[in-house]
Every structure is written in C-alpha cells, then in structure tokens.
T-cell receptor, first 113, second 114 residues
Framework: DVKVTQSSRYLVKRTGEKVFLECVQD?????MFWYRQDPGLGLRLIYF???????EKGDIPEGYSVSREKKERFSLILESASTNQTSMYLC????????????FGSGTRLTVV | DQQVKQNSPSLSVQEGRISILNCDYT??????FLWYKKYPAEGPTFLIS?????DKNEDGRFTVFLNKSAKHLSLHIVPSQPGDSAVYFC?????????????FGTGTRLKVLA
C-alpha cells in the first residue's frame, strides 16, 4: 500500500521554538508539497519541490523553510514558531508527469502556545 | 486572488437524496480538475477527476460535470450516505505549465443526515 507518512499526528510547541515537520513517501514521486489547512481558507500551498535539493515558494512561504536532501523525504521547518502558525499541515506527493493528482499524508495538527 | 472558489462552505442533505457540490474557477488555462474528500484528522483522499475534453465523468455514486463556458464544475453524489459526510475540495491544474500543480478551493462541508 503506497503511502505518504507524516512523522507526527499532533504537536504542541512554544512560541519561538524551531519546529521540524517530516514527510516521507514510498512511491518514488518527484514532486512533494507542503500545505496548511485552515477553516474557511482551504488548502494553501507553503512550499513545493520538483526534485532533490530543489524548492519553490508557494502562496504563503513566510515564516517557513523546507529541505529536500533525499527524494523520498521533504521537511518543513518553522524557523521561529508563532501562534498564527497553529494549523493542520498536510504533505503531499505526485509524479511530475501524469494527471492523477496528489497522494496526501494524514496531516500534522500543530498547536503553538 | 482565489482562482478556484467553492462558494458554499457547508451543505446538509438527507440520506438517500442527491448532494450537489459546486466549484467555480477563473483561469481559462485550467484543463484538469479533481475532487478530494477529507475526514477530520485525516489527509484528503482522491475521489474523482475530469479532463477539460470531457463534460462528465462517472464513478459509481459520484459524477462530476464540467461546464467550460461557465468555468464551473459540480460533484453529484447519488444517493447520499452518512459516510459521505466530510469536507470536499475541488482542485484545478493547467497542464501547459508542465508542473501539474493543483490549486485548491476552500472546501465545502457536507453533512448527510440519517
């Protein structure tokens, strides 16, 4: 069963902490994405990557960075967590070619206090 | 600028009736559309897709209709079941961009009443 695995389902962090969210996929997908989901705002793209060591900003990159050292792993980093980064974070992956859409992980509910 | 819009944040339907979820888009370059379903505390799961060369695609109880001139698509669920209660997202991509990056709508929460 193919999957996208996010390392934590729930996280609680303090304001100012550096936070790492990890995502691993086993489908040999080239593309990987980080979204956040907030009520009334839908899924907003934070960053995406088309290849190892490649990254591009999405719609809301401020306050975040990413790392992709290996094809299967894509990390989202909150440099200094703030309360407005409390959200559901979703990782997804897909092939570069083909229109079958994304496979999503189960999400990480992050609360910053 | 929201390129993909779901103007109804919520919808309630009786079990056995039809659910119709709507989605509008503004970018005429979009040529492939998806619907995802999301339960609480889970990631979205793919439901059904449609290419712009078609105006309808069916998969069991789920049918997606595309009206390109109106830049509108809709998802029909017949008959609706309580297990269909979830948030539904439509998503669109422009193949000409070469990256198949999808833009998501804000979602519609469907509640199917038993």
């Amino acid at each position: 069963d193919v999957k996208v695995t996010q390392s934590s389902r729930y996280l609680v962090k303090r304001t100012g902490e550096k936070v790492f969210l990890e995502c691993v996929q086993d489908m040999d997908h080239e593309n990987m994405f980080w979204y956040r989901q907030d009520p009334g705002l839908g899924l907003r793209l934070i960053y995406f990557s088309y290849d190892v060591k490649m990254k591009e900003k999405g719609d809301i990159p401020e306050g975040y960075s990413v790392s992709r050292e290996k094809k299967e792993r894509f990390s989202l980093i909150l440099e200094s967590a703030s309360t407005n980064q409390t959200s559901m974070y979703l990782c997804a992956s897909s092939f570069v070619r083909g229109r079958i859409g994304y496979t999503f992980g189960s999400g990480t509910r992050l609360t910053v206090v | 600028d929201q390129q993909v819009k779901q103007n109804s944040p919520s919808l309630s339907v009786q079990e056995g009736r039809i659910s119709i979820l709507n989605c509008d888009y503004t970018n005429s370059m979009f040529d492939y559309f998806l619907w995802y379903k999301k339960y609480p505390a889970e990631g979205p799961t793919f439901l059904i897709s449609i290419s712009s060369i078609k105006d309808k695609n069916e998969d069991g109880r789920f049918t997606v209709f595309l009206n390109k001139s109106a830049k509108h698509l809709s998802l029909h669920i017949v008959p609706s079941q309580p297990g269909d209660s979830a948030v539904y997202f439509c998503a669109a991509s422009a193949g000409a961009s070469g990256t198949y990056k999808y833009i998501f709508g804000t979602g519609t929460r469907l509640k199917v009443l038993a």
